[in-house]
């Protein structure tokens, strides 16, 4: 490689490991490694690179990010996506989504201070109505919830998407490549069949790749995942995320409650008086890792 070889700007549209496919200014995809063998680079990143040949690059660097997107749990740390402004959480009628899993991706979406919106597909389904009543909860803290069946059409989802850098994330099963499939034709996600004994749903998107909806809308598919690990939020940030705790923030008796333990604390409070529900207070006692 010569050092004279120019540096150009690009868009990493997949990562697999220690690959990565970026999307240059002039809209040619290269094939790139990263400099000292770097894996801190993730989907959606803007970088620097430096071309080794016609197909192949070299990644300098990354420019920094607006936004990261990323889960963390005692061992590791695994980052999504990076530079989006939503974060778009597919659930389902069926198989049946995990409550605990929802609630801990809107917790990210909060500490990364990117717009969620919460999509139930699967409509059609005779589950559909159980599962609306339960996310009845998360429209009356202000979340957006969108009901979808992607079978039949994805077109009360462009809109949403219109603008926008997004981000699909989910359980396998949900239908997240039904999704990508329907919205981009040309794209040949592979859908996989869902596992009825099992009720869950089998892995398909191995890693995270960006799609262009338009020139203004992108979205970016993301691998399966069944937890969502949260260690990168401080304990004392914890209720700020919680948007119905945090009009009690500050009224406790003491100034650096926990709110868990402490006497007069406002949270608690507002649990047993119904304001908080019990299950969301339960999530917020196992993000602390008290349960």
């Given at each position: 490689m010569a050092k004279d070889t120019p540096i150009e700007t690009?868009?990493?549209?997949?990562?697999?490991?220690?690959?990565?496919?970026?999307?240059?200014?002039d809209g040619e995809i290269v094939e790139a490694s990263a400099r000292g063998k770097?894996?801190?680079?993730?989907?959606?990143?803007?970088?620097?690179?430096?071309r080794l040949n016609a197909a192949q690059a070299v990644i300098e660097s990354t420019e920094p990010r607006r936004t990261l997107l990323y889960r963390q749990d005692d061992w590791r740390t695994k980052l999504v996506a990076a530079n989006v402004t939503q974060v778009v959480i597919v659930l389902a009628a069926f198989p049946s989504y995990s409550d605990e899993f929802l609630g801990r991706c809107l917790l990210a979406c909060e500490a990364g201070d990117i717009e969620p919106l919460i999509v139930l597909n699967k409509c059609d389904l005779p589950q559909a109505e159980i599962a609306k009543k339960n996310l009845a909860l998360y429209q009356q803290l202000g979340y957006r919830l969108l009901y979808l069946s992607a079978t039949d059409?994805?077109?009360?989802?462009?809109?949403?998407?219109?603008?926008?850098?997004?981000?699909?994330?989910g359980q396998s099963g949900m239908g997240k490549s039904t999704i990508i499939n329907t919205l981009l034709p040309d794209v040949q996600v592979r859908v996989g069949d869902i596992s009825l004994a099992l009720d869950t749903g089998k892995h398909t998107t191995t890693h995270a790749t960006l799609y262009h909806i338009d020139a203004d809308s992108h979205i970016i598919d993301s691998p399966g995942m069944q937890e969502f690990?949260?260690?990168?939020?401080?304990a004392p940030e914890l209720a700020h995320h919680f948007p119905e705790m945090r009009p009690y923030i500050g009224q406790c008796r003491f100034y650096n409650c926990r709110h868990l333990l402490e006497p007069n604390c406002a949270i608690k409070a507002a649990v047993a008086e119904g304001k908080i529900t019990a299950g969301r207070y339960a999530l917020f006692e196992r993000v602390m890792g008290v349960k």
């Open positions: 690009g868009l990493v549209t997949a990562s697999h490991g220690r690959s990565f496919r970026v999307e240059m200014s770097r894996t801190d680079i993730v989907c959606g990143d803007h970088v620097k690179v430096r059409s994805v077109e009360p989802l462009r809109p949403y998407l219109h603008g926008q850098t997004n981000v699909l994330i690990g949260l260690k990168q939020i401080e």
